[in-house]
C-alpha cells in the first residue's frame, strides 16, 4: 500500500530560525513529490517538485531534497518568517497511469516572533 | 494560465439542508477533477475524482454526490447535510506534475 509519512506532527521555532521538514514514503513506482504549502483556510499552494533524477530544487528560502533510493525527502526553510506558520504537505505521485497521488498528513509549522 | 475557481468561499448550512459547490477550470481541456475534505487537523481526504465528462468515481461512501455537466466543470451535491459533513472542501486538478487546488469551502452544518 502507497503510504506518505510525514514528520515531525508540528512545530515551533522563533523568527529568523531554520526549520526542516522530513517526509518517508513508500509510493513504487515513482514518479514525482511535491512540496505544498497550505496557509490556515485556504488550499495548498505547490512549492517544489521533484522529478526521480533532481535531488534538489529550491525556491526561495525554500529547499527540498529527494533520495530516490531511500525513498525520502525533506524541507528545508531558511531564516523562517512569521508568515510561514502554515501547514507542509508531502504528496508523492507514482506512475502507471493512477490519477490519485498519495498525501502525507502534513506538518503544522508556527514561527514565533 | 490555468486557474480554477471555486465557491462558495464559507457557507453555513442547517442540518437536512441540500448542499452544492461549484468547481471550474480554465486554460485546460480535459482535465482530471478531484474533490477533497479536510477536516480540522487532519490530512486531505479524496471524496471523488473524474477523469472525463459523465465519469465519477467515488473513494469514500457517503452523503455526498458528485457530477460533472462539462468538460471544466466539478459540483459536489449532497441533498441532506449532516452534522459530520462539516468540514474544509477542496477542488483540484491535476497536470502531469501534480495538483493545483482552490482557494477551499468552508462548510458548517449546524
Known amino acids: 500500500k502507497n503510504q506518505v509519512e510525514q514528520s515531525p506532527q508540528s512545530l515551533i521555532i522563533l523568527e529568523g530560525k531554520n526549520c526542516t521538514l522530513q517526509?518517508?514514503?513508500?509510493?513504487?513506482?515513482?514518479?514525482?513529490l511535491r512540496w505544498y504549502k497550505q496557509d490556515t483556510g485556504r488550499g495548498p499552494v505547490s512549492l517544489t517538485i521533484?522529478?526521480?533524477?533532481?535531488n534538489t530544487k529550491s525556491n526561495g528560502r525554500y529547499t527540498a531534497t529527494l533520495d530516490a533510493d531511500t525513498k525520502q525527502s525533506s524541507l528545508h526553510i531558511t531564516a523562517s518568517q512569521l508568515s510561514d506558520s502554515a501547514s507542509y504537505i508531502c504528496v508523492v505521485s507514482g506512475t502507471g497511469g493512477s490519477y490519485i497521488p498519495t498525501f502525507g498528513r502534513g506538518t503544522s509549522l508556527i514561527v514565533h516572533p | 494560465s490555468q486557474t480554477i475557481h471555486q465557491w462558495p468561499a464559507t457557507l453555513v448550512q442547517p442540518v437536512g439542508s441540500p448542499l452544492s459547490l461549484e468547481c471550474t477550470v480554465e486554460?485546460?481541456?480535459?482535465?482530471?477533477l478531484y474533490w477533497y475534505r479536510q477536516a480540522a487537523g487532519r490530512g486531505l481526504q479524496l471524496l471523488f475524482y473524474?477523469?472525463?465528462?459523465?465519469?465519477i468515481s467515488s473513494e469514500v461512501p457517503q452523503n455526498l454526490s458528485a457530477s460533472r455537466p462539462q468538460d471544466r466543470q466539478f459540483i459536489l451535491s449532497s441533498k441532506k447535510l449532516l452534522l459530520s459533513d462539516s468540514g474544509f472542501y477542496l477542488c483540484?486538478?491535476?497536470?502531469?506534475?501534480?495538483?493545483?487546488f482552490g482557494s477551499g469551502t468552508r462548510l458548517t452544518v449546524v
Open positions: 473524474s477523469v472525463g465528462i459523465g465519469q
Open positions: 517526509c518517508n514514503y513508500t509510493v513504487s513506482p515513482f514518479s514525482n
Open positions: 483540484a486538478w491535476t497536470d502531469l506534475y501534480g495538483y493545483t
Open positions: 486554460g485546460t481541456s480535459n482535465p482530471n
Open positions: 521533484m522529478t526521480f533524477s533532481e
